[in-house]
């Protein structure tokens, strides 16, 4: 019995002690009117749950006017339904270099989770493209998580950020589920989520509408991005809705996009390769994508592409590439470019349907850059304006195995191009290639300087 006794007594200590370290961001002060500035209370109530070992801090519904609120090991930020944290507008909230409205450092076993909203209420247009061309002179992120272990972003929704809307840098077992996103389509840099020299992440079940890219992995250092998979997103972006790159100055393995959507994006799934890094086992599969007509951004639903930012930068190399089970649907071709000095390497398409509606002209079309580079070569426009609705170029070791183009005869008409053209392809099996219509100029398939291609109905 006194065993007992002593059983249920450390219990209910424990109970205590773990309940005891949960805080509630008003017992802290936080006045929660939208225009108090809130940012001491919510870093004490995160304070004073990490001195307790940590826990939950809550936020009770209201809205929460903060800036450069620094999560901590151990704290799970809960944001109930009606909560909405207000980032400020305001340089001087933010202190030091932060510009981020929620920073961690260095920390492990962190969460932001609820029903709750964070708004960066940066609505405006930014862009020439858009009228709006002076650029801002200082610009907030929502989330900058640097170097953490066990990151956990799950339910909330992100709106209005100024530019990358959730960085993370360098983090280790993040898992970011059930995330929706809602930046101005129309402001510039609004990226979504950017994975920067990440490893072992899990992106799912996320919904998100972007003014740049909707999720984009980087390496911005010399630090490799690697196991990161990307599962039933819904993406919407003014460039590319799943990107690799501009920025890669680490190496990028083992990285898998699957069983997504993809609406009103100029590109589908991008890799762009300016910085040197080595890409190895990429796969994108089971993805619905509905690409934009033409604006500023030239449309191109799956696009590989390995450039030299600067005349001194290093050469970069993808190997090991497999897009499959991919229905397409817009108006300008594939475009898979490596460079004489590095070709792609090992690259399939399995698979991959092709509604054609209202094709593009080609006349004026590029390649697209996604980013700032001083360097240009032909390759800028030599492959993007082929008369094919797939263009492969500089690549060794090639397999299309069901790649299927369908248009009206009157598209086909007015744009008469091929299914796939290869050039500079040195060995390819190129199986199940059709068009409809099948019979004109050019060809179903073409190639020029190819080696070793066999080509089978």
Not at 292 to 320: M, N, Q, W
């Amino acid at each position: 019995m006194k065993s007992f006794t002593l059983l249920l007594s450390l219990l209910f200590v424990a109970l205590h002690s773990a309940s005891a370290s949960d805080q509630n961001v008003r017992q802290h002060g936080a006045a929660g009117d939208g225009t108090t500035l809130d940012t001491a209370a919510f870093q004490s109530a995160i304070d004073a749950a990490s001195d307790g070992g940590g826990g939950t801090v809550r936020v009770p519904p209201g809205r929460y006017l903060v800036a450069n609120v620094e999560l901590k090991s151990n704290i799970t930020l809960h944001l109930d339904k009606g909560a909405t944290l207000l980032g400020s507008t305001e340089h001087k909230d933010y202190g030091g270099n932060s510009s981020a409205v929620l920073t961690a450092h260095g920390a492990e076993h962190i969460c932001v989770e609820g029903e709750g909203e964070i708004n960066g209420q940066t609505t405006a247009n930014y862009g020439s493209r858009y009228g709006a061309p002076e650029a801002p002179t200082w610009r907030t992120h929502l989330a900058v998580i640097d170097q953490c272990r066990d990151v956990t972003f799950r339910g909330v929704t992100l709106l209005y950020s100024d530019s990358w809307t959730l960085h993370l840098r360098r983090c280790e077992h993040v898992c970011i589920e059930g995330v929706t996103i809602r930046d101005n389509y129309k402001r510039l840099n609004t990226d979504g989520i950017d994975p920067d020299s990440c490893k072992d992440m899990k992106i799912t079940n996320c919904h998100i509408s972007t003014g740049d890219d909707a999720i984009v992995l980087k390496s911005t250092g010399p630090y490799p991005c690697e196991d990161i998979e990307v599962s039933n997103c819904v993406l919407e972006s003014a460039t590319a809705a799943l990107k690799i790159g501009t920025e890669s100055k680490g190496d990028f393995n083992h990285i898998r996009f699957h069983d997504c959507q993809i609406t009103n994006s100029p590109v589908g799934v991008g890799l762009y390769i300016k910085d040197g890094a080595v890409v190895r086992d990429v796969v994108a599969e089971n993805i619905e994508m509905q690409l934009c007509p033409p604006t500023f951004h030239d449309t191109v639903p799956l696009y590989i592409d390995i450039e030299k930012r600067h005349a001194d930068s290093k050469i970069g190399a993808v190997h090991d590439v497999t897009f499959q089970n991919i229905h397409i649907t817009g108006g300008a071709g594939l475009l898979l470019q490596g460079m004489p000095e590095s070709l792609l390497e090992n690259i399939s398409l399995r698979n991959i349907t092709f509604d054609v509606k209202t094709p593009e002209d080609y006349a004026k079309r590029k390649k697209p850059v996604g980013g700032t580079r001083t360097t240009h070569d032909d390759r800028d426009i030599k492959f993007a304006r082929m008369p094919t609705y797939a263009a492969m170029a500089n690549i060794t070791n090639l397999t299309v195995d069901g790649l299927h183009i369908n248009l009206s005869e009157a598209d086909f008409n007015q744009f008469p191009r091929s299914a796939l053209a290869l050039s500079a392809v040195h060995g390819a099996q190129v199986s199940g290639v059709t068009r409809i219509p099948a019979f004109g100029n050019p060809a179903v398939v073409e190639q020029t300087d190819c080696k070793q291609v066999r080509i089978t109905p």
